[in-house]
Every structure is written in structure tokens, then in C-alpha cells.
């Protein structure tokens, strides 16, 4: 199984990394991240060069695909180009997207009437696209999930790993990241998170 972090110009670290680093722990089960990009070296907003892993045409065989946020976001959303390179198909995929990734999302035409997760910057562009932001870190109907906040993109990983994995190896890659000494702690906020993202049923 496969996913694509998708990374674009100007993207915050904590996104793609974290997301990265923490599903890539599942390599030897059959679960691997790859940071995807527009070019072959994006820049984050901290002025980090970094190398794609795969190119954005990965994203039409990825299992999952994570949309990554950014200080640009607004421009790829505004970019025709970049955006035909995301066919996203959730009726066979897990599509995720952490802050401003939202924007990607409901600019795909994904979301339907699903309310969204996103960081306090991202919120008013977000809404201004018709989308309801929840004031929560995580939030998932079928197969899209959204996070909001940088560190929420635990909860991304998280999400990602259980679903395709199961519960228990979620827990053993957040329980190995976890600060010592918070380990329990940790593990039960993550899959609190995720559980808590998923609308009540009828």
C-alpha cells in the first residue's frame, strides 16, 4: 500500500513530515509514504529544499493521498494545472488533507456537504467556499479525512495506518514516537482523535 504526500511549493514541515515519518514506521507491514511533488524540488516556508520522492502523477495509483498545506495554498488552488494533476478518486481511495489542504479538497469539488477541519489562518478561505469548519483537530466521513493544526497531522497518520492496518498498528507506531513518559497518554488522544472525528450515526 502506498501513499502520497502531497508537498507543494512553500508547504509547512510539520504536515508532510510528520504524516510521512509516522506511516512510514509501517514499512516492513506493507505501508509506505512517499513525499509527492509539482517539481522535482519544493521549498518549504522555512526556506527547506527538499526532493520529491515521486512525481504528481503517483497520486493516480496511491492507496492514499494526503494533501499537504502551505503558505501557498491559495495559489494551487487558483492554479488549473496543478489541480488536473490530482484526479482523486475516493470511491478507491483515502484522501486526507491537513489545514489549508482543505482548500484542495473543496476546490476538487470532494466534500459534498461534508464540514472540514482546518488551521485558524485557513478557516475564513475555507468558508468562503461554502465548507462549514469544525472547531476540532480531526473529522472524517467514509474516505476523507480532514485535520486542523499542525500537530493534528498525528492524527492524519494515525487515521491513515488504522484504516489500512488496523487499530493495533496505530497504536504501536504512536505508542514509539510518544514523549516518555506519556506514552499511554498519547496513544489514547490519537485514537480519541480519530474515533471522535467520525460523524454520530443516524
Do not use: H
Request: glycine share 8%; aromatic share 6%; proline share 5%.
Amino acid at each position: 500500500m502506498q501513499v502520497a504526500v502531497v508537498t507543494f511549493d512553500g508547504f509547512n514541515e510539520l504536515d508532510s513530515f510528520i504524516a510521512s515519518a509516522l506511516i512510514n514506521r509501517c514499512r516492513k507491514d506493507g505501508l509506505e509514504a512517499f513525499i509527492t511533488t509539482p517539481t522535482p524540488v519544493v521549498t518549504s516556508m522555512n526556506g527547506v529544499e527538499v526532493t520529491g520522492q515521486r512525481p504528481m502523477e503517483f497520486v493516480t495509483d496511491a492507496d492514499v493521498v494526503l494533501i499537504g498545506s502551505g503558505v501557498k495554498t491559495r495559489d494551487v488552488v487558483a492554479d488549473d494545472r496543478l489541480l488536473s494533476m490530482l484526479p482523486l478518486d475516493p470511491s478507491r481511495q483515502l484522501i486526507g488533507s491537513q489545514c489549508s489542504g482543505a482548500l484542495v479538497l473543496a476546490r476538487l469539488g470532494l466534500l459534498g456537504g461534508m464540514p472540514v477541519c482546518a488551521d485558524v489562518i485557513s478557516r475564513p478561505f475555507v468558508e468562503a467556499c461554502g465548507v462549514t469548519v469544525l472547531d476540532a483537530p480531526f473529522y472524517v466521513e467514509g474516505n476523507i479525512a480532514t485535520a486542523g493544526g499542525c500537530l493534528a497531522s498525528q492524527y492524519l497518520a494515525t487515521w491513515v495506518i488504522t484504516r489500512t492496518l488496523g487499530e493495533k498498528a496505530a497504536r504501536d507506531v504512536i505508542d514509539y514516537v510518544a514523549p516518555v513518559g506519556e506514552n499511554q497518554e498519547t496513544v489514547e488522544r490519537a485514537m480519541r482523535a480519530i474515533r471522535t472525528g467520525e460523524p454520530a450515526l443516524p
